[in-house]
């Protein structure tokens, strides 16, 4: 195929949840031997980067304590690295995780709370030197969507995240390892996670890489009212994958990774010609 211009598309980080209880496919992968099968089928469809959590922050979730979030994750980041050189993050709150998960051979820790969650996550991730994903979220994933308000979602969004980053680059981590996320689904109603994904480009403008993560989420019930069930929201979600790419989201991740990596790659290939 001939193309005018190669437009790469975005990487795409693909879900392995170690969880009994997460929204879309908790219980799953719930064992070392489940969620390394789990992931290296996602290798296998194209994933070039593996999210790995070990507690749920579904709305309504409960907190999972940090001895038994190692317990879940650890044995599968340390199977998993010696059979793949990419990129392994830990999607997880709790400094002492990420500090044993990087221990064990990741790379990258994606934090929901934008590394707020404790007093030494700051310092924790400047001393591991590694990447890291800083994510919006209101409160607590057990109470977050209760009633969230905003003035201005993006306004406040883009705001709360770009002051994260400078605190991070105070403590000392490199700007080029930090990652941008505006929290789809995390204390935000329907029409939230619509305006900030059509305003995508006001937290890209910041200069930091965006990560966009939407995959089967509950929104896309509040677009399709017949889409109850997470597993019904493939057609949603790859159309929010790819608005997050035609709107500067430079990782998007997904439960269903072979289907996303097609549909990228023919935005990518059809934008060759633009």
């Not at 480009?201 to 929104?219: E, H, M, N, Q």
Request: hydrophobic share 45%; glycine share 10%.
């Amino acid at each position: 195929m001939n193309h005018q211009s190669l437009v790469k598309p975005p990487l795409v980080m693909g879900i392995v949840n170690v969880t009994p209880d997460s929204f879309s496919d908790g219980g799953r992968h719930a064992t070392t031997e489940l969620a390394l099968a789990h992931a290296l089928r996602l290798i296998d469809q194209g994933a070039d980067v593996l999210d790995i959590g070990g507690e749920s922050t579904r709305p309504g979730s409960d907190p999972v304590g940090e001895a038994e979030e190692i317990a879940r994750v650890v044995p599968v980041i340390a199977a998993l690295r010696p059979r793949w050189d990419g990129r392994i993050s830990i999607d997880t709150m709790k400094p002492g995780v990420a500090r044993a998960a990087v221990a064990a051979g990741a790379t990258m820790w994606n934090d929901v709370s934008a590394l707020g969650h404790a007093p030494d996550s700051l310092a924790t991730v400047a001393d591991l030197g590694c990447e890291v994903v800083l994510m919006h979220m209101k409160g607590a994933p057990k109470t977050m969507q209760d009633a969230p308000r905003y003035d201005d979602v993006t306004g406040e969004v883009v705001a709360h995240l770009a002051a994260r980053a400078e605190a991070a680059m105070a403590a000392g981590v490199a700007r080029g390892r930090i990652w941008l996320d505006p929290g789809i689904g995390f204390a935000k109603t329907t029409a939230h996670n619509l305006e900030l994904t059509a305003r995508l480009d006001a937290l890209v403008a910041l200069g930091f890489p965006v990560l966009y993560a939407a995959s089967r989420k509950r929104l896309i019930e509040g677009v399709d009212e017949t889409a109850v069930q997470a597993t019904d929201r493939l057609g949603g979600s790859l159309a929010l994958a790819l608005e997050g790419a035609r709107r500067g989201a430079r990782m998007v991740r997904v439960h269903d990774v072979r289907e996303t990596v097609q549909a990228l790659k023919v935005q990518a290939a059809v934008a060759g010609f633009e």
